[in-house]
């Protein structure tokens, strides 16, 4: 079981920290990915960062401003997100993969969602 939690209302160019925290399985093992999808839009790939040595990749809308992390002892991987923007609202998902990827398709786990709302 995947949970994400940390969502929101944030005014623009706040931060939030979102939180996925991993049971029933052995979480060190997984790669462990950030989506989102806006209201009207297709879900997009946000960040991921890899089992073994922490390997971070971002998207090219994010990088900069989101940081993604893991503490394994605590079965849970963060995405700090600063200077929000109104763009960055959305319910956010977090997945686990085998492989560090942008594709949803190698995900074969996810969480139940967290809103974000960047708004004034």
């Known amino acids: 079981q995947l949970q994400a939690s940390g969502g929101g209302l944030v005014q623009p160019g706040g931060s939030l920290r979102l939180s996925c925290t991993g049971s029933g399985f052995t979480f060190h093992y997984y790669t462990i990915g950030w989506f989102r999808q806006a209201p009207g839009k297709e879900r997009e790939w946000v960040s991921c960062?890899?089992?073994?040595?922490?390997?971070?990749y971002y998207a090219d809308s994010v990088k900069g401003r989101f940081t993604i992390s893991r503490d394994n002892a605590k079965n849970t991987v963060y995405l700090q997100m600063n200077s929000l923007k109104p763009e960055d609202t959305a319910v956010y998902y977090c997945?686990?993969?085998?492989?560090?990827?942008?594709?949803?398709?190698?995900?074969?786990?996810w969480g139940q969602g967290t809103l974000v709302t960047v708004s004034s």
């Open positions: 997945a686990r993969s085998e492989t560090s990827t942008a594709n949803s398709l190698n995900y074969d786990y």
């Open positions: 960062i890899s089992s073994s040595y922490g390997n971070t």
